[in-house]
DNA sequence: CTGGTCACCTGGAAGC
DNA sequence: TGCTTCCAGGTGACCA
């Protein structure tokens, strides 16, 4: 997916377009995301008025008043604002339509989700138990350091434990824990006071750097406009295996952590 | 509870 | 050129 960046930027870019708008017509041409698109949704959302779009960890959340459309973009997904005649993809699956324009969802991997909840339903269970926004002021240290004593899971793998905080995905992870100087492979649980509050400023330091820079780009990713153009981030670490670490020149590793790739600098971070 | 593994799906790149 | 294999931004479900 997009991370965390990417989809805030996202809800930057289309949020201007639908708030308080009308849906005319919902069109879903593949229902089968990684949970089913719900059947009833042109029911549900015609003539519905969008009051607002926010984000809650990597989901979109579309408040109609009368319920929430939830949207994540998986791996692959995509959000973009188009002209309703601009012939849809093969992998544009759902389309918002309003008047002549429509918000249209693009997912190659089907691994996102569009799901309904509503307002008498409460909160929408894959968001309940959800862990704080990194940037919000409930992700902090005393935080951190609660919910890490006695962890023995590495560090990398339990900064992308969204009980623990959201938002954090396999990039960001990685650059967060080579600014913090702290070796990925490190049990959580090992981690003292100040080392925990350097890694929360770095977690936040990195991903709020990352939206200012409009999120990184990515193969999959098209900005919300349509235009495919959001600038590479330059990383310190992912996906830079063998190459010069950009603070000491040494070379970059690669690992496998909960089978997911982690880079990192064997020289400028420690255990 | 924790920690580890698997599954979902497509496409692009690398390897032969 | 063409076929095969590997890998990719996520995360819920399942198991010991």
């Known amino acids: ?33 990684r949970q089913p698109v719900p059947a009833e949704l042109a029911g549900l959302l015609v ?6 779009v926010q984000r809650r960890a990597k989901y979109l959340v579309f408040d109609f008043g ?16 188009v002209a309703l005649n601009e012939v849809p993809g093969a992998h544009d699956h759902v389309d918002l339509v309003f008047g002549d324009r429509a918000l249209r969802y693009r997912d190659p991997r089907r691994f996102g989700m569009v ?15 959800l862990g ?49 100087g702290i070796d990925p492979r490190t049990p959580a649980g090992a981690l003292g006071p100040r080392r925990i509050a350097r890694l929360v400023g770095c977690v936040r330091q990195t991903l709020a750097e990352a939206i200012e820079a409009g999120g ?27 190459e010069g670490c950009r603070r000491c020149g040494g070379g970059v590793r690669k690992l496998v952590q909960a089978q997911r790739s982690t880079y990192f600098c064997p020289r400028c971070q420690r255990r």
Not at 115 to 120: F, G, I, K, S, T
């Open 66 to 81: 009368q319920g929430q459309l939830l949207v994540h973009l998986g791996m692959s997904g995509s959000l973009r604002w």
């Open 115 to 129: 799901l309904w909840q509503p307002l008498e339903a409460g909160e929408h269970p894959l968001l309940a138990g």
């Open 216 to 242: 990184s780009s990515l193969r999959d990713f098209v900005g919300s406009d349509g235009k495919p153009g959001y600038f590479q981030q330059q990383y310190f670490v992912y996906g830079r295996e063998g």
């Open 47 to 52: 003539g519905a008025r969008v009051r607002t």
């Open 132 to 180: 704080p926004e990194p940037l919000s002021d409930a992700f902090n240290a005393a935080w951190l350091l609660a919910c890490t004593r006695g962890v023995r899971t590495p560090v990398k793998v339990a900064l992308m434990d969204a009980r623990k905080v959201v938002g954090v995905g396999n990039i960001y992870a990685s650059e967060s824990l080579f600014r913090a």
């Open 1 to 33: 997916m997009p991370e965390l960046p990417e989809v805030e930027t996202t809800r930057r870019g289309i949020a201007p377009w639908v708030e308080g708008r009308v849906v005319s017509a919902v069109q879903v041409r593949q229902p089968r995301l």
